[in-house]
């Protein structure tokens, strides 16, 4: 089912100018102290942040004091075109902190597929509905965004589904949407743009926000948002809107939840990857061999050699260069799992796709849906599938004889060796794996010493 947007994260700021007038805007909160608007929200017109900006969550009174945390300077350009018209605003009030439930940081998406009619939401206050009193009442949008409008100037276009504002408005007067600028723009439950202006000439039905990738892609931005414990890695913090629900996040969370026991699930990453990396190269090369559209590779051997670790680090990587990367989600009793999204994947939108399928020895089935499905898409960014399993014997000949679509025609399959053959390689480990242990445990229970006891 859809998930909308969060309203208890929306924010009004209110900025007061030299005039005597306000400055009023909305925004996210994104997690912890941070906020992210539009810039010219909380900049003034030749380009430096307003000294005073005044911050409340959506249904609360009080006004939070709060500052430009970046961008250092921002003056806008004219039109509407590539400006990155985004800020972050830190909430400085010491006593200040975030409302229960909104500590852990928004999931953040982007729009990979080449389908039209994207379904997106915002919640924000603009001019149109401002009382006389001068009170702000929240709209919630609803619109549609079509991926390929406006993209050589890298942003979205919403075609506002609800009612647009009929008010008259002047050559140089405010847009009935301004105080709507700044509002995060979610796409099934993932914050995927910065709603910033109403597109001129267009009835005011048409309205335009820089997608939130463009703005995370900024080193200084990814900075800030790691030391407030948000994103540690961009764009790897950055789902595909059209294939989030494909991937299984059912193992991604805080440490601070887990037992002592799911340490040593292979996604926790406790131990550093290691002693593989003949292994990760040649993986990594054949991602992203630009030969083939699609292709296909057999991963196999006992459990706990460490292939599920290496496919992680695999996806890692390519995530962190824009590819959309994560283990397949297994079907479930009586629901199988929608694969069609990813033959609609837009190479223009991606470098290409990674699909991880583990245990592949017990997912004949979907693998059977899934592969006619690749080989009749076109046009698509690169797509590889890698399959892990312990065994290539009786379920993988079965595969390859039922391939009607020819794609395991060029399916290699290769086995993974032992990591640590020698015994001084295995006490070696065995020490690193010790230490990395004992560090992750402190997140897990603070009251015992476990480096100590280590």
């Known amino acids: 089912m859809p998930i909308g947007v969060p309203p208890q994260r929306v924010v009004l700021l209110r900025s007061p100018l030299p005039d005597g007038r306000q400055r009023v805007g909305s925004g996210t909160l994104i997690g912890g102290r941070l906020v992210l608007t539009a810039a010219h929200v909380v900049f003034t017109d030749i380009g430096t942040p307003l000294p005073t900006i005044q911050i409340a969550l959506a249904q609360e009174s009080v006004l939070a004091p709060g500052n430009v945390v970046w961008p250092d300077h921002y003056k806008a350009e004219q039109g509407t075109g590539g400006g990155l018209d985004a800020a972050l605003v830190e909430i400085v009030q010491q006593e200040w902190s975030p409302p229960a439930g909104l500590r852990t940081p928004v999931r953040f998406g982007r729009l990979t597929g080449r389908a039209a009619g994207v379904p997106c939401e915002a919640i924000g206050y603009p001019r149109v509905l401002r009382d006389p009193d001068g009170l702000r009442v929240e709209d919630h949008l609803s619109g549609i965004i079509n991926p390929a409008a406006g993209l050589i100037v890298g942003r979205y276009d919403i075609q506002i589904t609800g009612a647009a504002p009929s008010m008259a408005t002047g050559p140089h007067d405010p847009s009935p949407w301004s105080g709507a600028s700044g509002a995060g723009v979610f796409v099934h439950g993932l914050l995927a743009a910065v709603l910033v202006v109403d597109l001129p000439d267009l009835n005011h039905d048409r309205l335009t926000a820089v997608p939130v990738h463009r703005i995370l892609a900024a080193p200084v931005c990814r900075s800030i948002l790691a030391a407030h414990g948000i994103v540690t890695a961009i764009p790897r913090g950055v789902q595909s809107v059209e294939l989030a629900e494909l991937f299984d996040q059912s193992r991604l969370g805080s440490r601070s939840h887990l037992s002592p026991a799911a340490l040593l699930r292979a996604d926790e990453e406790v131990v550093g990857f290691h002693g593989r990396d003949a292994e990760f190269a040649d993986h990594a090369a054949w991602c992203r061999d630009t030969d083939a559209e699609f292709d296909v590779r057999l991963l196999f051997g006992p459990g706990g050699q460490g292939k599920t670790r290496l496919a992680r680090q695999l996806v890692n990587e390519l995530a962190n260069v824009g590819w959309v990367a994560g283990f397949l989600r297994a079907d479930t009793a009586g629901q199988s799992v929608d694969l069609s999204p990813i033959a609609d994947t837009s190479a223009t939108a991606v470098p290409g796709v990674l699909l991880v399928v583990d245990y592949a020895e017990t997912r004949s ?90």
């Not at 395991?408 to 020698?422: F, G, K, R």
């Not at 242990?437 to 015992?448: E, K, R």
């Open 365 to 454: 089935g979907q693998l059977t849906r899934l592969l006619p499905l690749l080989s009749n898409a076109s046009d698509t960014a690169p797509i590889r599938l890698l399959l892990l399993a312990r065994t290539a014997r009786g379920w993988w000949r079965d595969l390859r004889l039922h391939d009607r679509g020819g794609v395991l025609a060029t399916a290699t399959e290769s086995a993974l060796l032992p990591l640590d053959d020698t015994l001084r390689a295995r006490r070696q480990a065995y020490d690193n794996a010790v230490d990395a242990f004992a560090g992750a445990l402190s997140a897990v229970d603070a009251d015992t010493d476990w480096r100590d006891l280590a």
